[in-house]
């Protein structure tokens, strides 16, 4: 019977077979294995570059939006005392094309105009004690000219005349004492009639006595007391008349105040513009306060914003870390999202010196505004559109640069490692400005010189100058290190290869 199997094979040769086979991929296997274990060990961590010299550039780009160049805000100015500020009763609407002189919002004054009419009754009640008290100061003026210039001198003439009829009188009672006296010794008088003539001597010594002595108190304590007197009510009344006014003044003030409070409750437009609400969002973009009648305004609040939109400019926040670079008048390219137009040319104006308020998102976060005006009028801008900024910060030509990656920082300053023959040499740089990919080197290398673009990797074969102990090591740029970590876990070998062309760099 004929069998339609086939025959298998000797035992032997297939034996044969397969250890040649596994001896080959052993032989291929090890070869294998020994290539990639040097090329790992001499060349896989091995990165160069070489140095030249290229164009230096440090640009910052950020996200802005636009905003009229020209804004002016319209504020309440109306001062709210002992109130959370005033209601809008009226107000122009949205989108309005003003000219200057139209009016713009009304404020509620009916409070401010009730505060008028009590401040009026102040004022007169202040009016009517300046009028009192300026008639008693002039009356006290009147006063002391009447007794010095009248009652004085009125007062003295009549004791003059007392003293003048006491002198007389005496005279007259002494001759007659006299002539008494002769008449005694003949015998014509008596005795008692004698004594009767010398008391009427006595009597008009006294009285001319008493006469002399009341012009003396006159003119030596009532006069004096009485023009003190006199002047202390001048300098009263005088004191008294100066504080009403002060008081009328400062009452005059208040009410004037009021009265351009209650003005400024009609606010017009300063020029021409067109109206833009200024409604505030709050802190998750929701409106917190709107523009409507009814809306309550605090004071210096802005209610409205005219802006003029021939010129255009871009609000920006720059972060802290770059907000040293950004300089007044750097020039900037402006790009808007979402046209197709050519890049828009400008220039920084300024920069705040304070960091902007941070929110819970950003709260490590501090960034600064800075403003970018636009030196084009490009038809189609609107205020609130969002551009990209680059602003050119810094720019050398044909100068030394080295990839940060290649910097190493020891302490406070900055090596890199050159590769001379087998070994590495390093090399103490002094850097210029930086960028996220390069530095400007001043001294310490040579164009055409291959430094390490991982010194970190070689770092232990060279030897650096020895840190203090306490002394720790500065990180001044980070992104160094972390190049270097990326660059250090690279486990297939690099080719020399052209890099940065644009800008004429070779990594080798």
């Not at 296997?29 to 274990?37: D, F, I, Q, V």
């Not at 010299?53 to 802005?64: A, K, N, V, W, Y």
């Not at 009229?68 to 002992?82: D, H, L, M, Q, Y």
């Not at 000219?99 to 105009?113: H, I, T």
Request: glycine content about 6%; hydrophobic content about 40%; some cysteine.
């Amino acid at each position: 019977m004929l069998s339609l199997t086939r025959p298998r094979p000797r035992r032997g040769v297939v034996q044969i077979l397969l250890i040649a086979v596994l001896a080959i991929a052993a032989i291929a296997g090890g070869a294998y294995w020994y290539r990639s274990y040097t090329s790992i060990d001499s060349q896989a961590h091995l990165v160069l570059h070489k140095i030249g010299r290229s164009d230096f550039e440090l640009s910052i780009t950020e996200r802005g939006e636009l905003e009229a160049a020209g804004v002016t805000e319209i504020r309440s100015e109306v001062k709210t005392e002992n109130q959370p500020g005033l209601a809008i009763l009226r107000v122009v609407d949205e989108g309005t094309q003003v000219k200057s002189g139209d009016f713009l919002v009304q404020l509620d004054a009916s409070a401010l105009e009730a505060e008028r009419t009590t401040q009026q009754g102040v004022v007169n009640l202040a009016e009517a004690t300046v009028v009192e008290t300026r008639n008693l100061y002039e009356t006290a003026l009147i006063a002391r000219e009447e007794y010095a210039d009248g009652t004085y001198v009125q007062e003295r003439t009549i004791i003059e005349g007392e003293i003048f009829v006491a002198e007389e009188n005496l005279n007259r009672a002494q001759e007659y004492y006299q002539f008494s006296q002769k008449l005694a010794a003949k015998g014509h008088i008596n005795e008692l009639q004698l004594e009767a003539d010398k008391f009427a001597v006595e009597n008009a010594e006294k009285q001319l006595e008493a006469a002399n002595t009341k012009l003396r108190v006159l003119d030596n304590y009532t006069k004096p007391k009485m023009i003190k007197t006199l002047e202390s009510d001048i300098v009263i009344t005088e004191a008294k008349w100066g504080s009403a006014k002060k008081t009328y003044d400062l009452e005059m003030t208040k009410l004037q105040e009021i009265e351009d409070r209650i003005a400024k409750c009609t606010i017009y437009a300063p020029k021409d513009g067109l109206v833009i609400y200024a409604n505030d969002l709050g802190r998750h973009g929701q409106e917190d306060w709107v523009v409507e009648e009814g809306a309550v305004v605090r004071e210096r609040q802005v209610i409205i914003r005219l802006p003029e939109s021939a010129a255009m400019r871009v609000k920006l926040l720059v972060n802290e870390a770059l907000v040293q670079y950004v300089k007044k008048g750097l020039p900037a390219t402006v790009h808007p999202i979402g046209m197709e137009s050519a890049d828009l040319h400008g220039q920084v104006t300024s920069i705040n010196r304070y960091a902007e308020p941070g929110n819970w998102r950003k709260a490590d976060v501090k960034e600064y505004r800075a403003y970018v005006l636009i030196d084009e009028e490009v038809p189609g801008l609107r205020t609130g559109m969002t551009v990209s900024v680059t602003v050119k910060c810094d720019f050398i030509p044909n100068t030394l640069q080295l990839p940060v990656q290649a910097v190493h920082p020891h302490g406070e300053d900055f090596y890199c490692l050159v590769r001379n023959g087998n070994d590495w040499e390093p090399r103490k740089l002094k850097v210029g400005p930086t960028n996220t990919e390069f530095f400007v080197i001043e001294e310490g290398v040579n164009e055409g010189d291959m430094v390490a673009m991982n010194p970190r990797q070689y770092v232990a074969s060279v030897e650096l100058p020895e840190l203090p102990p306490a002394k720790q090591r500065q990180r001044m740029v980070p992104e160094i290190e972390a190049t270097e970590e990326a660059v250090a876990e690279t486990t297939e070998p690099v080719k020399p290869t052209a890099t940065a062309a644009a800008k004429g760099r070779t990594a080798s």
